[in-house]
């Protein structure tokens, strides 16, 4: 069987990846099917092996509709709680040759460089108040777990780092929502100083893409974990640095605690994030999946060039309507005044 008889089910498909990893698939002669609940205007729709269906893939009676197709792959990029995977995870694994399950690079420690041996948050620290709660970092360790004690061989899991895309643009902790709007508007962003000398890694999702759609039913993947990033690391200040020279990007920096109170009024889930991923430098080993893929580092965007590619192709009339973090942009715009800038 070719990679034209070969069916691949995307849940969640038209997001920041997924626009890049449709196409990827196509190019490969991928029948592709994408199940999502709406930007199928971002999918290349004239491609004959493309089919979409608008639902909400969460919905178990929906899934197992989908699944009754007999897909050759399942890429999943859906969110689930430790317990909603727990119940769902066996019906991807029962229903499809190989299920690629969405993990994070949120779940290492703070050793560097990383590397999928590297110690995990879930397993190393000691902080027992985080260890008790369902972050973001901890329920996909967990989940990561539950494959791997599932007995069965048929699964990868993938730990993307910062993924900018299409209309996902990072810095720090904030997304384009606030980054973007805040630059297109003239506004200043308010920054965490401790952040600005730490090491951050943004892949491009066009070599998300690359690398992802090289695991799919490859053999040598199964029941393996990857790091899914680029080698490129830079300073917040030189990623802060290129927003100012590509957009007109103004910031000024504030104390960390100071941040967190701008931006999330002290949210102990923006804290952690902050502290356990945006302060550790993030300084990627990514041998392992470029050794699996056949990709070279040098076959990767420079972070510069691709962020200038992203931010010139967002239409200057681009509707934030839908996107703006208004409570975070009304508390950086009342912080700004009390301090008298704009």
């Known amino acids: ?162 993924t900018y895309s299409k209309r996902r643009f990072q810095l720090v902790t904030l997304e384009a929502a606030v980054v973007v709007h805040r630059m297109l508007c003239g506004k200043t962003l308010i920054l965490p100083q401790e952040a600005m000398p730490v090491q951050g890694t943004m892949t491009w999702a066009g070599d998300v893409a690359k690398m992802l759609a090289r695991l799919v039913l490859n053999k040598d993947a199964y029941r393996g974990i990857f790091t899914v990033s680029t080698a490129e690391h830079h300073t917040w200040k030189e990623i802060a640095g290129y927003y100012k020279k590509i957009g007109g990007l103004n910031y000024i920096t504030v104390d960390a605690d100071t941040y967190i109170n701008v931006i999330a009024e002290g949210d102990r889930h923006a804290k952690w994030q902050l502290s356990y991923d945006r302060l550790f430098d993030r300084v990627i080993d990514n041998r392992k999946i470029l050794n699996i893929t056949g990709l070279k580092q040098a076959d990767f965007m420079p972070l510069y060039d691709g962020l200038k590619m992203e931010l010139s192709a967002l239409p200057r009339d681009f509707d934030w309507s839908g996107m703006v973090h208004y409570n975070i942009n009304e508390r950086m715009d009342a912080y700004l005044k009390k301090r008298g800038l704009n």
């Open 1 to 162: 069987m070719t990679e034209k008889d070969k069916k691949v089910l995307i849940l969640g498909g038209t997001g920041a990846m997924g626009v890049y990893l449709v196409p990827e698939l196509l190019s490969m002669g991928y029948q592709v099917h994408v199940a999502a609940l709406d930007g199928f205007e971002s999918l290349p729709r004239d491609n004959l092996r493309l089919s979409c269906t608008n639902c909400n893939a969460k919905d178990e009676d929906t899934l197992r509709r989908l699944l009754k197709a007999e897909y050759d792959a399942v890429v999943d990029f859906m969110i689930y709680g430790t317990e909603e995977f727990r119940k769902r995870y066996q019906l991807f694994l029962e229903n499809t040759d190989h299920y690629i399950f969405f993990s994070s690079y949120r779940v290492y420690a703070g050793q560097t460089p990383v590397s999928e041996n590297s110690p995990r948050l879930l397993d190393v620290s000691d902080d027992k108040e985080f260890l008790a709660t369902e972050d973001y970092a901890l329920y996909k360790a967990r989940e990561e777990d539950i494959l791997m004690q599932s007995g069965y061989l048929n699964w990868t899991a993938v730990r993307p780092a910062i």
